[in-house]
């Protein structure tokens, strides 16, 4: 058998055993996934009709559409949540560790955690979508080729805070820990343009939350899905998506390839 079959192989028979393990433990996946879903009728039904007043007094349909680009890429934040911890407690029940031992391909083993991490994370988007649309989101303008642009987009982010993700809960101790080391990727969300605008912020402020990974790619996901100007940030989203891939997984094969103490 080739390299790359066996590479297949043992990462579909990875990919699976992650994925009973979130079936038979869906607590964990539905607590996270509630966390957007709340935010969203919170916003939406309870202030917004005061935070529309920023948005040119548009009413609660414009904050809909304000709105509903920031909390997809907060369920993605906050479902990768559940990765560090999945992979924080393979670390620390030793399973890691017998799989260094096995005769599978050495990568498999992250490679089902990230691609079930991303898998689970998209599910949650869809379902945070229909959540959206069901409240009144609406994209008359966007074309198919803009749809599929912004689902890869959100693909590709995904999969960058999914690394991260992996990468916090193989540093991690234990599983809470690794849970709460990965809360910025839930907290970062709220200190970007997903519930007010980056203008209406404090100017010391205002760059920070502007050149942030969130704000890039939820402005691209507003200019694609709502039609308005996208300017730098599709690049600037682009680069950090990049740029994260590529630091997670240094850092989840730097520690999975570490010898154990």
Known sequence: MSSLSLAVRDSS?????NLLHARRYPS????????????????????????????????????IAYIVPGILLMTIGSTV???????????????????????????????GHVIGGVLQSLASV?????????????????TALEWLAA?????????ALTWIAIGMGMASPNAEAASNSAMPLILLPLISSAFTPIDSMPGWFQPIAEYQPFT????????????TEIGHNGWLALGWSIALIALGYRWSTASFNRDPK
């Open 81 to 111: 949540v559940g990765a560090a911890v999945s992979v924080s407690t393979d670390m620390s029940e030793g399973i890691i560790a017998r799989f260094r031992t096995m005769a599978i391909h050495r990568g498999s083993v992250l490679i």
């Open 13 to 17: 028979t990875m990919l699976r055993r």
């Open 28 to 63: 964990l996946t539905l607590n996270l996934l509630m966390t957007p879903v709340m935010l969203l009728l919170l916003f939406v039904y309870i202030f917004g009709g005061a935070m529309s007043g920023g948005l040119g007094g548009g009413g609660r349909d414009e904050y």
């Open 151 to 159: 689902f890869g987009l959100l693909a590709l982010f995904a999969l």
């Open 126 to 142: 869809v379902l945070v979508g229909i959540v959206g649309v069901a409240i009144g989101f609406r994209s008359h303008d966007a």
């Open 216 to 227: 890039p790619v939820i402005e691209t996901l507003r200019g694609l899905l709502l039609g």
